[in-house]
């Protein structure tokens, strides 16, 4: 095993980070670094914390993590921003505001961005949580900006899902509508302290009924927010199983943290108990082996052009008609289904 | 796309200590960090030298910029390396101190391993430049 596993297993925060650093800039050898990491995993609690920008995410996730150390717990925190500018660069903001953990080593708080490529960043999150599992965080908190599909696949890693929601903004209604309600275990309407907090309320239990009346008769058609793909039986009892709860809270006061730190302990248990945790477990890993797959074959085939002389010879046949794309790929991959297939005989 | 593409990215922390209230420079710095491509985490104002050696430790920075106006860099700075020391960061981190500093105390600053000194004459392109060219090689 290697010296810096040793590290994170032993309770270095600086293999840890370091690990973490690693898995971030893909370096060689990260891969053995997390495949060491996976039998040590498996312990903590991962919540997922999205929201639209400003909703309170930053402030609620400092307070939670207080919360959760005064509990005599230690927490894993990852705040990620998606945004990229054009030049790769990024400025990341969120640990301003985690003013409550000041020297708190127990709270372990990393920010990362986007890197110009939103694909890899839900990867490189699923990694890194393996990472503080490991370490032996009992709660790792995933903060992340509710904006898009990437996002959602992002926070989806999370065992549960909570969602920020602000008073009296349309906007939010709208984000809820692009597929973040489906995803959501537990509604927070942060600022309470702003007018219309009630009425942000009664409009998120009103949707929330009504998306679990759509979801019902819908079987087969629940594509973008699912992680269970059109698996109809399947979500009908998760609905059955866990009704979204909708929390108040004033984040910047500290006021309703331990209301959401309870509930999110029920949804742990619901997940134990009704067998929830292990089936998602299993999707997910499912979806990692695939991915992985996906991405070793594609770099040995991209290996395997490049050896040939690159895409460029290929197309100015394909341009002149003497092949053809379907051809051009059968050359490429049959060597491999060959080799695979010969190997199987045997 | 390939899942073993390297994509090393310098990282940054800006961190503000003291009592002031300007961290103008500290914003200026970060965004011309940031335009430079580099990943640069901000702390924001008031860091107790504690916070930054947390912060520092936990995000892997390859580069620590402080900024101090109030003149209690021979304190603070002391404590921060000391942090740092105390959890095996010190060495693979390039650190910065930008502000106006005596050049007695920038000798001593240097000698207790601050890197550079960059005074309120230095330009965005001079550090830009310095840490690309000084960037510590991570194992
Ligand atoms: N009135 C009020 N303001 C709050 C509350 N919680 C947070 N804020 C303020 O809302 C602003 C945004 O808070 P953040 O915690 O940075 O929000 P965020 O969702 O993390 O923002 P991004 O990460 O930029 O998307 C800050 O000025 C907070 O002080 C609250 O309960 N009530
Ligand atoms: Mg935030």
Redesign the pocket.
């Known amino acids: 095993m290697s010296d810096l596993i040793d590290e994170l297993l032993a309770g270095k925060h600086r293999a840890l980070a370091r690990v973490i650093t690693k898995i971030e800039d893909r370096r060689s050898g990260h891969r053995d670094l997390v495949s060491q990491l996976h039998q040590h995993t498996g312990n903590a609690d991962v919540i997922g914390v999205t929201?639209?920008?400003?909703?309170?995410?930053?402030?609620?996730?400092?307070k939670m993590a207080a919360t959760y150390r005064d509990r005599g717990l230690t927490v894993g925190v990852i705040?990620i921003?998606p945004s990229s500018p054009f030049t790769g660069g990024a400025v990341l903001?969120?640990r301003?505001?985690m003013g409550s953990n000041i020297g708190d080593m127990d709270v372990f708080f990393r920010s990362m961005s986007a890197r110009g490529s939103l694909g890899g960043l839900s990867t490189a999150t699923t990694d890194a949580v393996k990472a503080l599992d490991a370490f032996g965080k009992d709660k790792i908190i995933i903060?992340t900006?509710g904006a898009g599909q990437n996002e959602i696949d992002i926070v989806k890693t999370a065992d549960t899902v909570m969602v920020?929601v602000?008073p009296g903004s349309g906007d939010d209604v709208q984000m809820l509508k692009a597929g973040i309600l489906e995803i959501g275990d537990i509604f927070v309407v942060?600022?309470?302290?702003?007018d219309g907090a009630n009425r942000t309320v009664q409009e998120l239990r009103e949707m929330l009924d009504y998306s679990d009346g759509a979801i019902l008769q819908s079987s087969g058609h629940h594509g973008a927010g699912s992680m269970e793909g059109t698996d109809g039986l399947q979500i009908e009892a998760e609905s059955e199983g866990w009704d979204p709860e909708i929390i108040e809270?004033?984040?910047?006061?500290g006021?309703g943290v331990d209301e959401v730190l309870d509930t999110l302990d029920s949804h742990a248990t619901y997940l134990d108990d009704s067998g929830e945790r292990e089936r998602q477990a299993r999707t997910r890993y499912a979806e990692e082996i695939r991915t992985l797959v996906r991405e070793d074959v594609n770099d040995l085939m991209a290996e395997e052009l490049d050896h040939r002389g690159g895409m460029d010879a290929y197309l100015d046949d394909v341009v002149t008609r003497e092949t053809d794309p379907y051809t051009v790929a059968d050359e490429l991959v049959g060597p491999l289904a060959d080799c695979v297939r010969d190997r199987r005989k045997e | 796309m390939s899942a073993d593409q390297e994509q090393r990215t310098i990282r940054c922390l800006v961190a503000k200590v003291g009592l002031d209230g300007h961290d103008r420079g500290a914003h200026v710095i970060s965004r011309a960090f940031r335009d430079a491509g580099f990943e640069v985490i901000y702390s924001g104002l008031h860091r107790a030298p504690e916070e930054i050696v947390q912060a520092t430790v936990q995000e892997d920075v390859d580069v620590l910029g402080i900024s101090i106006l109030s003149g209690a860099h021979d304190t603070l700075v002391p404590e921060i390396i000391d942090g740092l020391e105390e959890y095996d960061a010190f060495e693979d981190t390039l650190i910065l101190v930008g502000g106006i500093i005596p050049d007695d105390d920038e000798a001593e600053l240097k000698e207790l391993g601050v890197s550079e000194v960059f005074g309120p004459g230095a330009s965005m392109e001079q550090m830009v430049e310095y840490v690309r060219e000084n960037v510590p090689e991570k194992e």
Do not use: M
């Open positions: 929201g639209s920008p400003g909703s309170g995410k930053s402030t609620l996730v400092d705040a921003d903001g969120d301003i505001r903060e900006v920020l602000p942060n600022k309470a302290d702003l809270t004033i984040a910047q006061r006021e």
